[in-house]
Structure formats: structure tokens, C-alpha cells
């Protein structure tokens, strides 16, 4: 597997809507090899989400899978997920803030109010048609990674510029308060 280079914050690709997968490319060998290193760039980088855009291309792709993290020591193992071509259906009412960092902005650290359940609609890496209701962690990564194939930031979503801080000042106020 190839370690793939995360593109950075303020480059053009992360500000750009991301073109629609065909399920052709999904079970093609450039296709298959494509998510692999993924999940491989996203395990190395001790990420938990990533959307293609953040490595440079521009398809709606984003892989998830949640473990146990120096940020998130105690979180429980799910996934890992390939959603492609996802879109969220229904979002529940209820917002809850909670913390979010990004690969692409170097392991900042803010407060993102968010709805606390999805339902989201994709393919799997498969070319199943899924459609799965996200609540919590899950739900929020979701919604993060969906909004870099949308052209989005997580910075463009917080409300509180005072709580953004780095990943060290997170490990040390916030990670272990929890």
C-alpha cells in the first residue's frame, strides 16, 4: 500500500465540490487500489475519517473507522467504512457541540455544533446501496468528511473561534478530562 500526500489547508481542491464516483471505477483495479491506500493514509496520519479531495482528487469518496486514539483513548473500534457518492437524507434536530480536528489543517482543534443523528445514503466499496442512520462520533464524521467532498471545512462550521486550540493543547486540557 502507498502512503498518498494530504493536501493542505487553503488549497483549491479542499473549496471545490467533488465529482460523483461510477460504480465502473469502483471495481476497477485503479479503483480498488485507490481506497486501499486510503485507508492506509488514514491509518498512518492516526486519522479517523478522510474524504479524497484532502488527497487530492476530486471524488466523492471518503473512507471512516473509529479506534482508539491519543485525542480518543477510551473510543471502541467501528468500521472501516467506505462511503461513496454519499449524501445525508435527514438530519435530527437536536445539535450537540462537540470537538473536531482535520487532517488537512494540521491537528487543530475546535468546537463544531453539529446534529447529533444522520441518515446517510452510498455506495460501499462493493457497490451496495446502503443507507445507514449515524448517531454520536459516528454521525459527526459522517457530516465532516461529507462536507470536503462539499467544498466545506469544519472551520467554516464553528461558532467559537476561542476554542480552537492545537492537538497538543487538546491531549492536555480536553482528552484527558474525558
Sequence with gaps: ??????VEFGNPILR???KKVTLNFLK???GKTFMKDMLYTMRKSKGIGLAAPQIGKSLQI???????TPERPKQKQKGPVFAINPKIINYSKKIITDWEACLSLGRIYALVPRPKTVTVEY???DSKKITEKASGLWARIFQHEIDHLNGLSFMDRVKDFK????????????????
Excluded at 471518503?62 to 482508539?68: G, L, N, Y
Excluded at 476554542?163 to 474525558?178: D, G, H, L, P, Y
Design 1 to 6: 500500500m502507498k502512503l498518498l500526500n494530504c
Design 16 to 18: 471545490l465540490r467533488a
Design 28 to 30: 476497477s483495479k485503479t
Design 62 to 68: 471518503i473512507v471512516m473507522e473509529i479506534r482508539p
Design 123 to 125: 455506495y460501499n466499496q
Design 163 to 178: 476554542s480552537i486550540m492545537t492537538s497538543s493543547e487538546f491531549i492536555k486540557r480536553v482528552a484527558k478530562k474525558k
